[in-house]
């Protein structure tokens, strides 16, 4: 209903029965499937949306996209926007899965991922399960250490955005990079 029917099929590339279809017959597992369906096809609207304009001139459409991708996620994720000379969106990558409270980030295999897909930026994103947007000292650490690695081949941090279930805080809008 938000979208419309031929964009949400358009979006899904399949049929739109199976995705909303719940697996059991429980009507509160149908409205959770309802949701959950509703929710991945808003997802890739918004993927859509940022392939085909310059992502970093919608840093509201980037913080959407994070929010739905990662937000909810009850354990840390680091999730990369691979992002072209123009600043399309190449791919959207989760490099690193932590646990409830941290995970690991291996710069080397961010810097690999990003000459493998030929990028010329990045935006780094990593989620906060406790809802917190607030960016620890070893987040800005981190950002500062991604920025210096991958600056070596000439790919630019654009923003390190930290997510939570409702909310989303961009490093670059607050001066942090």
């Known amino acids: 209903m938000l979208l419309g029917a031929r964009p949400a099929k358009r979006l899904y590339r399949g ?10 017959e429980d009507a ?25 304009q310059p992502a970093f001139t919608s840093p ?10 990662i937000g909810s996620k009850d354990h840390e ?15 959207s990558v989760e490099m690193f899965r932590g646990t409830l409270s941290q995970t690991s980030v291996y710069p080397r295999e961010v810097v690999k991922e990003a000459l ?11 989620n906060h399960p406790s809802g917190a947007v607030e960016p620890s000292r070893a987040d800005e ?3 500062q250490t991604l920025k210096s690695a991958l600056a070596l ?18 490093m670059a809008e607050r001066g942090m990079l």
């Not at 994720?77 to 791919?91: E, G, K, R, S, T």
């Open 116 to 126: 493998r897909l030929n990028a010329g930026g990045v935006i780094l994103a990593h």
């Open 77 to 91: 994720v680091f999730m990369v926007l691979f992002l072209d000379a123009q600043h399309v969106l190449i791919a």
């Open 28 to 52: 509160h597992c149908q409205a959770a499937a309802k949701l959950w369906g509703a929710g991945e096809l808003v997802r890739r609207a918004l993927s859509e949306e940022l392939q085909s």
């Open 15 to 24: 049929s739109l029965a199976a995705l909303f279809k719940a697996k059991a």
């Open 153 to 170: 081949v000439d790919v630019r941090v654009l923003d390190h955005v930290v997510v939570g279930r409702y909310s989303a805080m961009s």
């Open 141 to 143: 650490y981190l950002t």
């Open 60 to 69: 509201a459409s980037v913080k959407d996209f994070l929010r739905l991708s």
